[in-house]
Nanobody, 116 residues
């Protein structure tokens, strides 16, 4: 499985960005879970949001009500719509995929910078 993340950039506080994660490969069409993680400078990587194979979603408390995770099965692409961005949302965002065999795959990351 290959994951290609895109959509990061520089945005002012209060603005919006949409991240995309395109999945390819034999196991990309059936997955147990896909998720977005982020890592801020000097901090550990943390879960932002996840979506299960059946469509159930989970969000970190810090992004609830502001971020929305979704997946377009026809395009094999996962999205993260980020609204009302805050400086503390700054970091490198990584997309991941977990197969039903519990294999984990990671994308290369995309940088999000929110200026105050």
């Amino acid at each position: 499985v290959q994951l290609q993340a895109s959509g990061g950039g520089l945005v002012q506080a209060g603005g919006s960005l949409r991240l995309s994660c395109a999945a390819s490969g034999r196991r990309a069409y059936s997955f147990a879970r896909m998720a977005w993680y982020r890592q801020a400078p000097g901090k550990e990587r943390e879960l932002v949001a996840s979506i299960g194979g059946g469509g159930s979603t989970v969000y970190a408390d810090s992004v609830k009500g502001r971020f929305t995770i979704s997946r377009d099965n026809a395009k094999n692409t996962m999205y993260l719509q980020m609204n009302s961005l805050k400086p503390e949302d700054t970091g490198v965002y990584y997309c991941t995929l977990r197969s039903y065999a519990s294999d984990d795959y990671w994308g290369q990351g995309t940088l999000v910078t929110v200026s105050s």
